[in-house]
């Protein structure tokens, strides 16, 4: 597949050795890939309950990825030039800052501009990002789960449409 076009980014991982003593477990530098829809992604770690297993020494950037169950997700998502993203939704709770670039957080009727360090607290709505400009974007992505928020006694269900 081919890479984004901005810069990879550097992870540290560390972990202990068999005295208790922190170490750095991995020192690497990850390109993001471009996906099918055309977005860039490179995923930093995943885990899959919460608290989080820290002792394990898999590497958890490797792991399998699906959306948010139970665990936690880090990933970089770079957003190609004058690119709409498609609306969906995650029943998570998405901690987002903006790398690189500026951004569009598109909601039901409603858009957002985020300039780069811009911070969005997305709790589960239906969202998609929207690059108007010339250059590619970076955000980073935290992704916890969540409950599912009620409204007139019905839970709001993950919307992943975009990807069928």
Same mark, same amino acid.
């Given at each position: 597949?081919?890479? /984004?076009?901005?810069?990879?980014?550097?992870?540290?991982?560390?972990?202990?050795?068999?005295?208790?003593? #922190?170490?750095?477990?991995?020192?690497? /530098?990850?390109?993001?890939?471009?996906?099918?829809?055309?977005?860039?992604?490179?995923?930093?770690?995943?885990? *899959?309950?919460?608290?989080?297993?820290?002792?394990?020494?898999?590497?958890?950037?490797? #792991?399998?990825?699906?959306?948010?169950?139970?665990?936690?997700?880090?990933?970089?998502? *770079?957003?190609?030039?004058?690119?709409?993203?498609?609306?969906?939704?995650?029943?998570?709770? *998405?901690?987002?800052?903006?790398?690189?670039?500026?951004?569009?957080l598109s909601l039901d009727g409603h858009r957002v501009e985020v300039r780069e360090g811009g911070v969005v607290v997305q709790q589960a709505s239906m969202h998609g990002w929207d690059n108007e400009t010339e250059e590619w974007?970076?955000?980073?992505?935290?992704?916890?789960?969540?409950?599912?928020?009620?409204?007139?006694?019905?839970?709001?269900?993950? *919307?992943?449409?975009?990807? /069928?």
């Amino acid at each position: 597949m081919p890479q /984004s076009p901005l810069p990879p980014i550097h992870r540290v991982v560390t972990s202990h050795n068999h005295e208790a003593q #922190a170490k750095v477990s991995s020192n690497t /530098s990850l390109p993001a890939t471009i996906l099918p829809h055309g977005v860039g992604e490179a995923i930093l770690w995943t885990t *899959d309950s919460i608290p989080a297993d820290v002792a394990s020494p898999e590497d958890r950037g490797l #792991a399998p990825v699906g959306f948010v169950n139970g665990g936690s997700i880090l990933r970089i998502v *770079d957003l190609p030039p004058r690119s709409v993203g498609s609306p969906h939704r995650t029943i998570s709770l *998405d901690y987002v800052v903006v790398l690189r670039g500026t951004v569009f957080l598109s909601l039901d009727g409603h858009r957002v501009e985020v300039r780069e360090g811009g911070v969005v607290v997305q709790q589960a709505s239906m969202h998609g990002w929207d690059n108007e400009t010339e250059e590619w974007a970076r955000i980073l992505c935290v992704m916890v789960p969540a409950q599912p928020p009620v409204f007139g006694g019905k839970a709001l269900e993950m *919307d992943l449409s975009f990807l /069928s």
